[in-house]
């Protein structure tokens, strides 16, 4: 679950409405009324100043952005024939009462992919202000008339349909930055495609994201979510991801599938106390077996035998795994023979950070035993091997869960945005994060990279 908060992006969206408003290209105008004649060319907006903004949600629709009471800044070149006088040169203008209204309908489309599907704008003004001197006052009086119905038409016909496309298509293609199902490594890729459409609140914006993993080699592999739903009731941040159990489930399934988590112990990687523990231990079994074998090398081989479950509380999240020990030894030039089947049980304490918009965990292990899968009195026999094996275990095989877990995976934000100032918080059954966003390039900036990006993949 994603929660969304409209307050700190307002300063981003402001930039990029005056941005896309300051881009846009107005038509030469001319006119005639009796003697006089006029034309007005090289309109450009150079500053809008956005006094009363406001972004907030509508309820069941979307996004609206509502600017009042604000102005914009203008110049233009004019020349005027009036009689037999002939007049040019260049004019700063106001625009004052500047109103601008616009809505954004947000929906999941076909692909599972945020959307904005539909915008309504409606743009007035109110007054305008241009301050002309020289000899022909009465025709730049005629002219600030003409220029105050020229912007109410450029506002009609040109601010509504530029912040459309904006919205329609430049915005479109950013979101199309936000990863839906994508790899996340050689094993395995993510799945982030909205389940339904986004519930808007007069708070927040609320998505609800697939969030599972699965094995790129397997990608149709039913899992059920049988997880508690998240709940945020937080709303001091921006941003709020909530992390149900199956989110962490299904990463380690999928994992666990791919077949990532099984190892050997072996010559230089098995310690050389574990080594001689094992010898010391087997020693009989060697021996009844083959004497020959006596000073043949040991391994062991680590096989997670179902796929590691994660448990979340208020306490903090635990992830539990069980795994097959097999102790083997390794004639040379011939098939391995096992010595002995064991069961491990271990429990990871794990920690889930955020950075940027990377989301790691990192394990410890927190508890372990080991019993035989042969008999009772084996089991007692394996007692000596307890703590030799956690070491073991602490140092080959929690590195190797780690090493796939620290690499994290990306959380579903456009390019150009980062989570900053995170805060990770535990709760019955799901994660929640809250962060600040951190937007490392202008929104304008940001949608006109999407819009190189895909330009290029169009082209490949």
């Not at 406001?54 to 110049?75: A, H, M, R």
């Not at 076909?110 to 002309?132: H, Q, V």
């Not at 709760?427 to 202008?442: D, E, T």
Request: with cysteine; glycine share 4%.
């Amino acid at each position: 679950m994603f929660d969304i908060f409209p307050f700190p992006v307002k300063t981003e969206t402001e930039k990029f409405v005056e941005e896309e408003l300051s881009n846009i290209s107005m038509p030469e105008m001319k006119g005639k009324d009796g003697r006089f004649q006029y034309t007005i060319t090289d309109v450009k907006i150079t500053e809008l100043n956005l006094t009363h903004a406001e972004l907030k949600f509508i309820p069941n629709v979307g996004l609206l952005f509502d600017v009042q009471n604000s102005s914009i800044s203008l110049t233009f070149n004019r020349r005027i024939l009036y009689w037999f006088f002939y007049d040019t040169g260049n004019i700063n203008a106001s625009a004052e009462g500047v109103n601008i209204n616009t809505a954004l309908k947000v929906v999941r489309d076909e692909d599972g992919r945020l959307k904005i599907s539909n915008i309504t704008c409606d743009a007035k003004i109110n007054k305008m202000k241009a301050k002309f001197s020289g000899t022909l006052g009465r025709v730049y009086d005629f002219l600030a008339r003409v220029l105050t119905t020229g912007m109410r038409f450029v506002l009609n016909q040109q601010i509504c349909p530029a912040l459309n496309h904006a919205a329609l298509v430049d915005v479109n293609s950013m979101l199309d930055t936000i990863p839906v199902r994508t790899e996340v490594d050689e094993f395995i890729g993510i799945d982030y495609a909205l389940i339904d459409d986004p519930v808007v609140t007069s708070q927040s914006l609320d998505m609800h994201f697939r969030g599972m993993f699965f094995d790129l080699a397997h990608q149709n592999i039913t899992q059920v979510n049988s997880a508690v739903d998240p709940v945020i009731r937080e709303y001091d941040r921006m941003v709020y991801l909530a992390l149900s159990e199956f989110f962490f489930d299904s990463g380690m399934f999928s994992y666990y599938t791919a077949g990532i988590f099984q190892t050997e112990i072996v010559n230089e990687k098995m310690p050389k106390d574990l080594e001689m523990l094992l010898r010391t231990t087997y020693f009989g079994a060697i021996m009844m077996l083959n004497p020959a074998l006596v000073d043949s090398p040991l391994s062991l081989q680590l096989a997670v035998n179902s796929p590691p479950k994660t448990t979340i509380k208020t306490s903090g999240a635990t992830v539990v795994m069980t795994a097959i020990v097999k102790v083997m030894v390794l004639p040379p030039g011939q098939d391995p023979v096992q010595l002995s089947s064991m069961t491990m049980e271990a429990k990871f304490n794990a920690k889930v950070s955020m950075r940027g918009k990377r989301l790691s965990v990192h394990a410890d292990l927190r508890r372990f035993k080991i019993f035989s899968n042969q008999s009772a009195l084996e089991s007692l026999a394996l007692i000596p091997l307890q703590a030799p094996l956690k070491t073991m275990l602490q140092m080959s095989v929690v590195p190797l869960i780690n090493n796939w877990t620290k690499r994290g995976v990306r959380i579903p934000l456009a390019d150009g945005m980062d989570f900053i100032e995170e805060v990770v918080e535990y709760h019955n059954g799901f994660i929640v994060i809250g962060a600040n966003l951190h937007f490392s390039k202008g929104l304008r900036d940001m949608v006109a990279g999407s819009m190189e990006t895909a330009a290029q993949n169009n082209t490949l």
